[in-house]
């Protein structure tokens, strides 16, 4: 079954070239790199490998920077691979056989830690254990590593619609409106070469909450939602369950990540309302 990959990139010349050699190695029949206007040596890196499809995306941004990609694919199915994912040998077929397994339309991977990153990095691989790595059909799902039927694309499109700063939550959202379309994630787990240290985590929370926040001000009505997220479902109930399963080092993890999500939303609204754009509908 014919497959194409889609690398995402901005400024990853530390991390795309340990990326794209996995992804070569496991034998694509195309790929392609979107690069969003770097000014490092990213596209420089990327030109190393043979036949690859290089899309510079000026003034772009990462949500329309993957349907850029993908409307590119000449192929059916499409794998999105972001530069911090480290492909093993197999990992491709074998998110392929849970796509083919679970007869979803996007099969996601679960995650395991690339390297150990110190406690912070435990904490949240043992997260994705309890949350992320169970497979089946899901309400929500991450936009990479994951693989994609292009059918879904006559549904919902990474485009404008969806909010710049997080586009699963919204793209999620809007595919579950239709109830034909089916996702979730497989058994597969690829690793990914994440953050190393508490300050990375803190500013990665405050980018998922300003996220939290775009999504709020486009869906108001999903406030409630993405509220009790934030103040029960990351600092008990989650926490609970770790405790439950002995996944200890998770407790802070979420604890953090909801507080800060949550500091991060109100930031937002706070900057709309002082700016005066406070709850305006996006069009």
């Not at 996702?183 to 985590?201: L, N």
Request: glycine content about 6%; overall charge neutral.
């Amino acid at each position: 079954m014919k497959l194409s990959i889609v690398v995402c990139a901005r400024n990853e010349e530390k991390r795309l070239r340990d990326c794209l050699e996995m992804v070569y190695a496991n034998n694509p029949d195309e790929v392609i790199l979107v690069d969003g206007n770097s000014f490092d040596q990213t596209v420089e890196i990327a030109r190393e490998f043979p036949g690859i499809h290089i899309i510079e995306s000026c003034n772009s941004s990462l949500t329309r920077d993957r349907q850029k990609g993908i409307d590119a694919a000449r192929n059916q199915l499409v794998a999105m691979i972001d530069a911090d994912h480290r492909l093993r040998l197999g990992d491709l077929d074998s998110l392929l056989a849970d796509m083919q397994e679970f007869q979803f339309d996007i099969v996601q991977s679960g995650l395991i830690s690339h390297v150990n990153h110190g406690f912070w990095g435990a904490a949240e691989e043992a997260s994705w254990e309890l949350t992320h790595n169970v497979p089946g059909r899901r309400n929500m799902i991450g936009t990479a590593p994951a693989i994609y039927n292009k059918r879904v694309f006559d549904f919902v499109r990474f485009d404008d619609h969806i909010t710049a700063s997080m586009d699963d939550t919204d793209f999620s959202y809007r595919l579950s409106m239709f109830p034909e379309l089916r996702f979730g994630v497989g058994r597969t787990k690829i690793r990914q070469y994440h953050f190393a240290d508490f300050k990375s985590y803190v500013r990665k929370f405050c980018w998922y909450g300003k996220g939290d926040g775009e999504f709020c001000h486009k869906h108001p009505d999903r406030i409630p939602s993405i509220l009790f997220h934030q103040l029960v479902r990351y600092p008990f109930i989650h926490s609970w369950k770790a405790i439950r399963y002995g996944k200890f080092k998770a407790v802070p993890y979420f604890a953090l990540q909801g507080t800060i999500r949550f500091g991060a939303l109100l930031m937002y609204f706070l900057k709309a309302t002082l700016s005066g754009n406070a709850w305006r509908r996006w069009e």
